[in-house]
């Protein structure tokens, strides 16, 4: 695929769903490009949040197409996850205003966690929906609601795995692909940053460190959205015919309910 107008070769690169390339011009540079990103691109940027964005542009056939520097690094891992730069590029995110009134301006809709829920049953495969422990799973989730307040609604950006983090080779981390981004609770994030990849002997440190109080209520608010989140990987990764993630997740699931149950009981 090219573009003879800025001389521009695009190669696909995998696992992106078909709209995420690396651009190469003649001289040997390189560019990453997506096809329909979010339009707050330049404001993450501004925010040191995300790459900086070098233009956008609509092709003949209407889509939207991004141009991003390419940055020479790699993607977290794991274990990079627990990385106090990850903390921090999450607080700047959530605590960002503008973002916040920049989606709103794009008509954003602030969903509270029912509205989560129904999302969620509403685009999960049928597959998905009908399996007898997600339905548990669900239920559950219905009748334990967190509080939520619309008024401090925060930008998330609802899929912070390790794969869409990258440390470039001077050190500074970017987190990238938007294209999950919405209006709802912090702890869309949070949540999902604690089930999947810090300690729970950590959480504690964490959370002070975040700037979150370590309490009951919110204790409630991880343990539902760390349920939510890992049944939004499941969708994700049963959409992309990944079974084998989709038995982790399901398992990662249940391992999170044993112990948020256990301390529970204690």
Not at 4 to 31: C, F, M, W
Request: proline share 3%.
């Amino acid at each position: 695929m090219a573009n003879s107008e800025q001389e521009l070769t695009l190669t696909p690169l995998r696992g992106k769903s078909g709209k995420a390339y690396i651009g190469q011009y003649p001289n040997g540079e390189r560019i990453f490009v997506k096809l329909n990103t979010t339009p707050i691109l330049p404001a993450l940027a501004k925010e040191q949040i995300a790459p900086q964005l070098l233009w956008a542009r609509r092709t003949a056939n209407g889509d939207m197409m991004s141009a991003q520097e390419w940055l020479d690094g790699r993607i977290l891992t794991r274990e990079d996850m627990t990385s106090k730069q990850v903390m921090q590029i999450l607080v700047r995110l959530h605590k960002s205003r503008p973002l916040v009134n920049q989606l709103l301006q794009l008509d954003y809709k602030i969903e509270n966690p029912y509205d989560l829920l129904v999302s969620w049953e509403k685009n999960a495969a049928l597959q998905i929906r009908e399996n007898t422990y997600l339905q548990s799973v669900v239920k559950d989730l219905r009748r334990s609601l967190p509080e939520f307040n619309s008024d401090i609604a925060t930008i998330v950006h609802g899929d912070i795995k390790n794969s869409n983090w990258i440390i470039t080779t001077s050190g500074l981390i970017y987190l990238v692909d938007w294209d999950s981004v919405r209006l709802t609770d912090r702890m869309y994030d949070v949540a999902y940053l604690l089930s999947h990849y810090i300690p729970r002997n950590r959480w504690h440190e964490w959370l002070k460190g975040y700037g979150y109080k370590d309490n009951e209520k919110v204790r409630r608010k991880i343990n539902w959205f760390g349920q939510f989140s890992y049944l939004n990987q499941i969708t994700t990764c049963f959409d992309q015919r990944d079974m084998e993630y989709v038995n982790q997740e399901i398992y990662g699931l249940r391992k999170f309910r044993e112990m948020m149950t256990k301390e529970d009981a204690s």
